[in-house]
């Protein structure tokens, strides 16, 4: 019976011969170097709740494949709503371990790893594909990653970089010889399969492009290099005390490439410009299901911010000033904003295929484009309320033990309203790593960028108004208004002219 793996089994699956770089050198293993391995326990600890009573029930369902197992519920497709709020619940309960602040957990990729059985006819002569990686996700659960973006090199003159973006050296019998380089594949180190996709644009027009496909990290030819590690930092100069969340929940991001990379038909899921399914990202359910787990995820970051907000506040009595309190109903409001479109998506659900169900795409457009900006304003509202306090702070625990010093702390640094200064510096500290730090940097230009280009986002939103009829209702609705009246008075009998 094929089971999704446990924690230590994850640990264990990422010592597999994977070419991953960090400072100048080749990780023998990744999940014992200091760069990544707490963040590798980090998701292990999620594969555990798998197995865990205390957990099972929200995370969990039977598979549907007839292997007699059960799989994470995002891994299943859903008939109603009901199954997509029991979705929403999971991905929850999976992203408060992590309070928020990993994006791209195994259960994100399900988000078009649930399609493929359901909607495998959308992929054409590669269907079975679909089917067979569909089976082997439910009811394992791997790690899987992606890579859609072209590398920002000559992005005004893609003919000039023919030779960086992904592209088809040869055919041969058995499958594909791949090249080229993606962005970003964030948390890629820790994955055991890429997903990699064309950039539509280049792909209609040139064949060696249009290619979508999956591939093991441990394929030979295939290379990750990379970003500082925030973790390390942590590790080198630090303590837990000091950097609570980048020293235990850094994705790390990294350059991926593919140096003549070997893909067995069986990995394919579309090729050739003739093949590659239209409208991808909508017509696969691909948008409206990672929309669906990003909006999640970041309504529960959003509980952890408000709340660390709150608190910081009352350690300084900053919490009774009118103004402040003004902001932190607004950051409240933006909290209740992104759940409730969260909820959307999942209680009026967009019917689909077959009798499945997709979560609402109009409230996924709506996160996709306003979540970006909301995020910037919150931290512009941290930095602004709670000030001076977020670097009043000393530069390690080591301060604490000194005595010369720790008298000091106590008496000019404590908190208000009875709150010791251990537990205030401890309370900046995080808030600091949260919204001050450069793993906060990353994390600004992670939600500003999570789904795509800031004008992208946005634009889409008219196209697809205008594709399903919904701008066409808004504009019917004036006529209607304008109809009503002309220059010489009421049309409409309702109304009196005067």
């Known amino acids: 019976m ?4 446990t924690g230590r089994a994850f640990i264990d699956s990422l010592r597999d011969g994977r070419d991953v770089f960090f400072n100048g050198e080749r990780i023998d293993d990744v999940a ?42 995002y891994f299943r497709h859903a008939r109603n709503a009901d199954d997509l709020v029991a979705q929403q619940e999971a991905i929850a309960s999976w992203a408060r371990l992590t309070y928020g602040w990993m994006g791209r957990t195994p259960d994100y990729k399900a ?39 072209n ?6 003159r893609p003919e000039q970089a023919q030779d960086v973006y992904i592209h088809i050296d040869e055919e041969t019998d058995g499958g594909l010889v791949i090249s080229g380089a993606k962005v970003v594949a964030t948390s890629a180190a820790f994955t ?12 209609r027009s040139d064949k060696s492009r249009a290619v979508m496909f999956f591939t093991p990290m441990n394929a030979p030819g295939l290379k990750l290099i990379c970003r500082n590690s925030y973790e390390y930092q942590a590790a080198q100069a630090s303590s837990p005390f000091d950097a609570p969340l980048s020293s235990r929940f850094d994705e790390n991001d990294a350059i991926l490439i593919l140096d003549r990379v070997f893909v067995p038909w069986e990995n394919v899921l579309s090729h050739g410009t003739d093949a590659m399914p239209p409208d991808f990202p909508t017509a696969s359910g691909f948008m409206h299901g990672t929309s669906f787990h990003g909006c999640t995820r970041f309504a529960v970051k959003l509980d952890f911010l408000t709340g660390l907000l709150s608190k910081a506040l009352h350690v300084t009595s900053g919490d009774e000033f009118r103004g402040n309190q003004v902001m932190l109903g607004e950051v409240i409001a933006l909290r ?80 208000s309203n009875g709150i010791g200064h251990r537990e205030r510096i401890k309370l900046m ?12 940097g990353r994390h600004e230009l992670y939600e500003r960028n999570y789904m795509g280009s800031h004008e992208e986002i946005k634009v889409h939103l008219q196209a697809m108004a205008s594709a399903d009829g919904s701008l066409a209702q808004m504009t019917d609705l004036v006529d209607q208004c304008l109809a009503d009246y002309d220059e010489h008075g009421w049309v409409n ?3 009196n002219t005067p």
């Open 111 to 149: 988000s078009i790893m649930n399609t493929l059985d359901v909607n495998a006819g959308y992929y054409g002569a590669h269907a079975d594909n679909a089917r067979q990686w569909h089976k082997l996700a439910q009811e394992t659960v791997p790690f899987m990653n992606h890579a859609l973006a």
């Open 192 to 203: 055991h399969y890429t997903f990699l996709s064309h950039h539509a644009g280049i792909a």
């Open 336 to 415: 209740h904003m992104f759940w409730s479109l969260a909820n959307t998506m999942a209680r009026q659900p967009d019917h689909w295929v077959h009798g499945a169900v997709l979560p609402n795409l109009h409230a996924a457009l709506a996160y996709r484009a306003l979540a970006p900006d909301a995020y910037g304003r919150i931290k512009e509202i941290v930095h602004k309320i709670v000030a001076s306090a977020l670097i009043y702070l000393p530069s390690s625990t080591r301060d604490f033990d000194n005595p010369e010093i720790d008298q000091y702390l106590s008496r000019y640094v404590r908190g």
């Open 32 to 73: 014992a170097h200091p760069a990544f391995r707490n963040s590798a326990r980090s998701m292990a600890r999620l594969y555990d709740a798998l197995h865990d009573p205390a957990h099972q029930s929200a995370l969990t369902c039977a598979t549907d494949t007839g292997n007699g197992g059960y799989t994470h519920r």
């Open 429 to 440: 500290k995080l808030m600091w790593d949260a919204v001050g730090s450069e793993f906060a």
């Open 493 to 495: 009998p309702v109304w």
């Open 2 to 5: 094929a089971r999704p793996l």
């Open 151 to 156: 590398p920002p090199i000559d992005r005004a």
